[in-house]
Nanobody
Framework: QVQLVESGGGLVQAGGSLRLSCAAS????????MGWFRQAPGKERMSVAA????????YYADSVKGRFTISRDNAKNTVYLQMNSLKPEDTAVYYC????????????????WGQGTQVTVSS
């Protein structure tokens, strides 16, 4: 069992940066693969990035490669999403999630979710 709380969202101009954090509580955080997802109004939830237990394996959606970086600090029970060169198309609610599985796991396979944090990128 793990509880997740996202923070760091907000309003930023195109080209700017934000750093999202996801604080976890519960046992065995370091054993979970962690993912970031986003959902825009009227759209389905889509994967953005994922990172395995050690941080040695990562996944990025093509739309964010080279701009976003996922990382984790197991000592702090926290996963981060550094978002650079933000575009209006990045506007969405961002969720973190946890799974005992691979970084290629689908959205339906993730068992634990945070409440989401809004990211809005203006033109």
């Amino acid at each position: 069992q793990v509880q997740l709380v996202e923070s760091g969202g907000g309003l930023v101009q195109a080209g700017g940066s934000l750093r999202l954090s996801c604080a976890a509580s519960g046992r065995s955080f370091s054993s979970y693969t962690m993912g970031w997802f986003r959902q825009a109004p009227g759209k389905e939830r889509m994967s953005v990035a994922a990172i395995n237990w050690s941080g040695g394996i990562t996944y990025y959606a093509d739309s964010v490669k080279g701009r976003f970086t996922i990382s984790r600090d197991n000592a702090k029970n926290t996963v981060y999403l550094q978002m650079n060169s933000l575009k209006p198309e990045d506007t969405a609610v961002y969720y973190c999630a946890a799974i005992r599985g691979s970084v290629l796991s689908s959205v339906k396979e993730y068992g634990y979710w945070g409440q989401g944090t809004q990211v809005t990128v203006s033109s």
